[in-house]
T-cell receptor, first 109, second 115 residues
């Protein structure tokens, strides 16, 4: 499968902070996706990006599809406790997905 | 609206045993997928199916068998379970649309432990 490099691997958030994570690939994708996984659940789609350069928002989430089609980032603004979980990027090639290893977001004590 | 369901949600088995994980979707989606999730690897594709009676290997198919006699079901069988197959398994489905806007929807997962 194609390798996606997602960073950071983990992060701690404090309520109200803005956080950012990104994903890079050695291959071009026509679609980039961001999923969130809560404990004990399957991944849920947050944002889908279909065109290079596209910037898309979903509430407090903003994601961009890189111009080279080999990268994407996800920003979460004004984080809240329910933002904790694992965030995955995925590149879609026709009907198949390649996933990053995930970014684990936890609340700073 | 049940969507996509998996059973069992948790399973403990022993090395060498055969175990089958079930996946059922109510959307009549053409595509179905099986992934495994391991720490540090994200989700890796095991097998997928484009329609009933059509299946193909993904990234990590060794040790697994699939079948798809009905559109709504896509069971995954470990014929002789090994400890390295301890993982969380996710099933997903996707509408066979003509646009890139169609994407995959995931089940809740099955946590499998092989002793």
């Amino acid at each position: 499968g194609q390798q996606l490099n997602q960073s950071p691997q983990s992060m701690f958030i404090q309520e109200g902070e803005d956080v950012s994570m990104n994903c890079t690939s050695s291959s071009i994708f026509n679609t980039w996706l961001w999923y969130k996984q809560d404990p004990g659940e399957g991944p849920v789609l947050l944002i889908a990006l279909y065109k290079a350069g596209e910037l898309t928002s979903n509430g407090r989430l903003t994601a961009q599809f890189g111009i080279t089609r080999k990268d994407s980032f996800l920003n979460i603004s004004a984080s809240i406790p329910s933002d904790v979980g694992i965030y995955f990027c995925a590149g879609q090639d026709d009907y198949k997905l390649s996933f990053g290893a995930g970014t684990t977001v936890t609340v700073r004590a | 609206d049940a969507g996509i369901t998996q059973s069992p949600r948790y399973k403990i088995t022993e090395t060498g045993r055969q175990v089958t994980l079930m996946c059922h979707q109510t959307w009549s989606h053409s595509y179905m997928f099986w992934y495994r999730q391991d720490l540090g690897h994200g989700l890796r594709l095991i097998y997928y199916s484009a329609a009933a009676d059509i299946t193909d290997k993904g990234e990590v198919p060794d040790g697994y068998v699939v079948s798809r006699s009905k559109t709504e079901n896509f069971p995954l069988t470990l014929e002789s379970a090994t400890r390295s197959q301890t993982s969380v398994y996710f099933c997903a489905s996707r509408y066979r649309g003509g646009t890139s806007t169609d994407t995959q929807y995931f089940g809740p997962g099955t946590r499998l432990t092989v002793l």
